[in-house]
């Protein structure tokens, strides 16, 4: 029998242990925990990172989403909320990927790529060597206050889908998803994992229904 692709779902900017619960009750593979960010919703405490990542439960993924630019500083983090994944929304200006990766064993390294034109497919490539996994989002780091991710917005999928056909490893596609059109996403870009955080949430909270709708939708698209 043929197998059928279904990609992971991440749920980002969860809040709270109670949010949690709730995403991975739906049937999310992992969660995004937001740290101090210039702009953009979801962003928790150290501490309650911390706290969300000490009960999950394996195999969720668990993914601290840093804005630092500096490896020595992201493992300080890293250090402190001991997650299992850790997401970098901004570019490394001291240290290099393979470097974090020899510091913190076992953990897995996701950069995001704000994808804006072809010099994304070019900066995707310059680093598949060094990650765990890509994911692709709607940011852009050029504004005064920069935008690492929560915009809300799509991007040219085009763009995001020749990125997945020219790289080896998994693919997130993130910016603007929600239940009405993750179909749409899947059938374009076809990545490994759909990552959420407005989509599925009302007045800032994750919203039970929009989950359910998010799930029903994604497996009629399969």
């Known amino acids: 029998m043929e197998s059928v692709y279904q990609p992971r779902i991440k749920i980002c900017c969860i809040s709270s242990i109670e949010e949690a619960r709730l995403a991975i009750k739906a049937g999310t593979s992992a969660l995004g925990l937001v740290s101090e960010m210039p702009s953009g919703p979801g962003v928790i405490t ?17 993914f601290l ?3 630092k630019q500096d490896i020595s500083e ?4 890293h250090d402190y909320c001991r997650t299992n994944t850790i997401q970098i929304c901004d570019d490394l200006k ?3 990927h393979k470097e974090l990766k020899e510091a913190l064993p076992g953990i897995a390294i996701v950069q995001v790529i704000h994808v804006t034109d072809e010099e994304s497919v070019a900066q995707a490539l310059a680093i598949q060597n060094d990650v765990d996994a890509i994911l692709l989002d709607s940011g852009d780091q050029s504004k005064q206050v920069k935008e690492l991710g929560g915009t809300g917005r799509t991007h040219n999928w085009e763009i995001s889908r020749q990125i997945r056909e020219k790289l080896d490893i998994p693919i997130f596609l993130a910016g603007g998803i929600k239940p009405d059109n993750i ?3 899947i ?5 490994f994992g759909i990552d959420l955080c407005s989509g599925v949430r ?4 994750l919203d039970k229904i929009k989950l359910e709708k998010l799930f029903i939708n994604l497996n009629k698209g399969i």
């Open 46 to 62: 150290m501490e309650t990172i911390k706290q969300i990542a000490a009960v999950v439960p394996p195999p969720i993924a668990t």
């Open 65 to 67: 989403l840093t804005s």
């Open 74 to 77: 992201i493992i300080m983090q």
């Open 94 to 96: 001291t240290g290099t």
């Open 183 to 185: 179909a749409q996403a």
């Open 187 to 191: 059938e374009q870009v076809h990545p």
């Open 202 to 205: 009302t007045d800032d909270k």
